[in-house]
């Protein structure tokens, strides 16, 4: 989630001063003004949504911890599929996107199970 939070953050960080860039790199048809404001909205809540990852990763208790791994896992993935199907053609930036939200998506579906169970990493090496 740590690693999440990082990535989160500085993309919302760069949509936040550079919003008409960010509506370039993931290929948006029409650049308006609206879109412009939009992108600046958003990164504003990235970089608000990136320190509470980064909060919770670090502070929740277990239960905590695995309630917002479930709703990453189900958030990520359907940011991705939106992002998939937004608009006619997928450019780079879309694909890369696409195959970040899904490989976080992905990382949770993994390690929740494994948290679940109580895997520590000292219990690994003895």
């Known amino acids: 989630m740590v690693i999440q939070a990082i990535l989160v953050g500085v993309a919302g960080l ?3 001063v550079k919003p008409h860039d960010v509506a370039r790199y ?10 412009t404001w939009l992108w600046t909205l958003v990164g504003l809540i990235l970089v608000a949504l990136s320190v ?3 909060t919770t990763s670090r502070n929740a208790s277990d239960p905590a911890l695995r309630r917002a791994a479930l709703v990453m ?9 939106r992002v998939y199907s937004a608009g006619d053609t997928l450019a780079n930036g879309r694909w890369t996107t696409v195959i970040m939200l899904s490989l976080f998506a ?4 993994i390690t929740l199970p494994i948290k679940s169970i109580g ?3 000292n219990d690994v090496n003895g």
């Open 26 to 35: 993931l290929d948006s048809a029409d650049i308006t003004d609206a879109v």
């Open 52 to 54: 509470h990852m980064g």
């Open 106 to 109: 992905f990382l949770y579906a």
């Open 73 to 81: 896992i189900v958030i990520n993935a359907a940011v991705a599929y």
């Open 119 to 121: 895997i520590e990493a």
């Open 14 to 16: 760069f949509a936040a």
